[in-house]
């Protein structure tokens, strides 16, 4: 279940379960998280639950809020964000269990770069025979010193096909991030 961990100069005070559909925070006493700070306003922010997501929210706060030091007016949490109201810190601590979503997107990874055994596929037709083309432009990187040997000149090609693969996984992961 996902809480918010109070604390007040390093001091933990109170660790809150996130069990209603929002929960207040603000000086005031009718708050689920009365804060004890003249830096508060009355009814300060909400922390409230859309879908499998949790989102904080500035209630009009005269000093307004923070998220991980970036004033906000609303934005969603993710785990171990810090909302700072006045002298007060709010940890957010999510859910342990990943959805089920999560889990399945993960299972479907694409491997690029590895070489993997396809069914033949049935034979096309021939295309029809097409002008020569001119060779492909190549980059050329100067460098003072001669050409690698063959070893040294191997192992650049590995590395340059590390970089790529690692290249075309962050791309993946970032878009998978977007997604979510």
Do not use: C, W
């Amino acid at each position: 279940m996902a809480k918010l961990v109070l604390s007040r100069g390093g001091t933990l005070l109170h660790e809150i379960p996130l069990v209603k559909g929002a929960t207040t925070i603000g000086r005031n006493n009718d708050n689920d998280i009365p804060l004890d700070d003249q830096s508060a306003s009355g009814h300060h922010a909400q922390v409230v639950k859309e879908d499998d997501q949790y989102i904080v929210e500035d209630l009009r706060s005269t000093n307004g809020t923070l998220v991980n030091a970036a004033k906000i007016e609303r934005r969603s949490l993710g785990n171990n964000d810090v909302i700072a109201i006045g002298k007060h810190e709010l940890r957010f601590v999510g859910d342990e269990v990943q959805p089920a979503a999560q889990i399945a997107d993960f299972e479907k990874t694409v491997f690029i770069g590895m070489p993997t055994k396809a069914p033949a596929a049935p034979a096309a037709p021939t295309p029809p025979p097409q002008r020569p083309q001119a060779p492909a432009p190549t980059i050329a990187v100067a460098s003072p010193t001669p050409a690698p040997s063959t070893g040294e000149g191997m192992m650049v090609k590995v590395l340059m096909g590390v970089v790529a693969v690692l290249a075309a996984a962050v791309v993946a992961y970032l878009y998978l991030k977007m997604r979510h």
